[in-house]
């Protein structure tokens, strides 16, 4: 895909550019305040990516791109644009003695990192996952109420891919009510808990991860713990801080990221009773096309991941702002997903039979998601339990939307579901 990032060029200064002008400054303000997903951000994200694809943000200093083109060039080129100085806005200036999760690693420590945990993620290990996924998905639909109003979101979407993460991890999963307090700890703004109470959760999550580990390396079972917690790769092993930041990761974004984009998912479906049909009727006709694009477009739809950030390098220009070194630069993954210039004039509709879909849900280049296999086997398995017995989604009251800005989170989401 052409790229209209470069490093070389007279572009003018950040801060001088037409990206950066006053009548932008409320603009961009608006797409990076909290709560702003609570309401329809697309309409200042098309602004945005209009009008100033390259944007600064006076409040921190950060530059936000919003074209899927610089997104992903920026996405795939670490050398320029790092992560080791922080991924989210409220880490710009911070400084850590070890990275909080692999996403705050560039090569070579990243390159290190990936090459240890990828065999817990190799695609026959996810492969291995499948038949249990697609049960606990059919039991999970089984249960639900036909006919009467359900928050899906607390019956379906919340419990489903905690299940699946204790599966993954080898703990017990009758205890995922405590998994997602602390999933939703560790994510700013999910909650308006007070810092005390987050910090006792995340450190509750840290000590139970590496007690499980401990008892692992003495004892492995068959899961991803004890893979992680044994495993060598030219006599290079992870130390405990490292373990527990990949678990912590794992328990986390394998849950949130999954959660989000099957509520998300079932909210778009219910606004959009079409293709509701349209993915029974494909699913009938041929199941493996009609579900996999329906993924893809549920992925791209909600973008469960809002953004991350970026720290250059050195000077470098994005179109026509010049960023020197030292610059933050937020990736805008949901904005990139409505790029009308990426998927055309169809950008702005729900079309689950959109192909190519070259979506950034996932993110891009080094730091793509190393749970993205296991996300797309969850969501499948859902949408062909959902689509096998009821024959209609609709709304049966208003949607709650998350105030934070990192996940675009549901948080309750009442539907009544029609059997066919």
Not at 232 to 242: A, H, Q, Y
Not at 298 to 318: A, D, K, N, Q, S
Not at 320 to 332: C, E, K, R, S
Request: proline letters at 8%; one cysteine or more.
């Amino acid at each position: 895909m052409a790229s209209d990032t470069t490093t070389s060029g007279p572009g003018p200064q950040a801060g001088g550019t037409r990206g950066a002008s006053a009548q932008h400054d409320d603009l961009v303000h608006r797409v990076l305040d909290d709560g702003f997903l609570a309401g329809d951000p697309f309409p200042d994200l098309a602004r945005l990516r209009a009008e100033a694809p390259v944007a600064h943000h006076a409040a921190t200093g950060a530059w936000v791109l919003s074209r899927h083109a610089d997104v992903v060039a920026a996405s795939r080129d670490p050398a320029t644009f790092c992560s080791g100085k922080g991924i989210l806005l409220m880490e710009i200036g911070a400084s850590y003695d070890s990275p909080p999760t692999m996403m705050h690693t560039d090569p070579p420590a990243h390159t290190r990192y990936r090459k240890l945990v990828q065999p817990a993620f190799a695609p026959s290990v996810m492969r291995a996952l499948e038949d249990a996924i697609t049960a606990r998905a059919r039991a999970a639909v089984a249960a639900l109420p036909a006919g009467e109003p359900v928050d899906v979101v607390a019956e379906l979407a919340v419990p489903f891919p905690l299940r699946v993460i204790s599966d993954l991890l080898g703990i017990p999963e009758d205890d995922w009510p405590r998994f997602y307090e602390w999933s939703e700890a560790a994510i700013p703004g999910a909650t308006d808990w007070p810092p005390e109470r987050t910090a006792e959760l995340m450190g509750e999550m840290v000590t139970y991860l590496l007690a499980t580990a401990a008892a692992r390396r003495a004892d492995p079972h068959d899961d991803v713990i004890s893979l992680l917690a044994t495993v060598e790769v030219d006599g290079d092993t992870l130390d405990d801080t490292e373990l527990a930041m990949f678990l912590v990761q794992l328990l986390v974004a394998g849950n949130e990221t999954t959660r989000n984009a099957l509520s998300g998912g079932l909210v778009a479906f219910a606004e959009h009773p079409d293709q509701w049909a349209r993915l029974r009727s494909g699913r009938a006709g041929a199941p493996p096309a009609a579900l996999d694009t329906a993924v893809d477009e549920v992925l791209r739809w909600t973008t469960p991941v809002v953004y991350f950030m970026r720290t250059t390098t050195r000077e470098v220009t994005v179109r026509d702002v010049t960023l020197p070194a030292g610059t933050p630069v937020v990736l805008h993954y949901l904005a990139a997903n409505r790029d009308e210039a990426e998927f055309g004039p169809t950008a702005d509709r729900f079309d689950i039979g959109r192909t190519p879909n070259h979506h950034v849900a996932f993110g891009s280049g080094p730091h793509f998601c190393l749970g993205a296999a296991l996300a797309r086997i969850e969501l499948r398995a859902m949408l062909d339990a959902l689509a096998a017995r009821f024959a209609a989604i609709e709304p049966a009251g208003p949607v709650e939307r998350s105030m934070s800005l990192v996940i675009a989170g549901v948080r309750r989401a009442p539907m009544v579901l029609t059997e066919a």
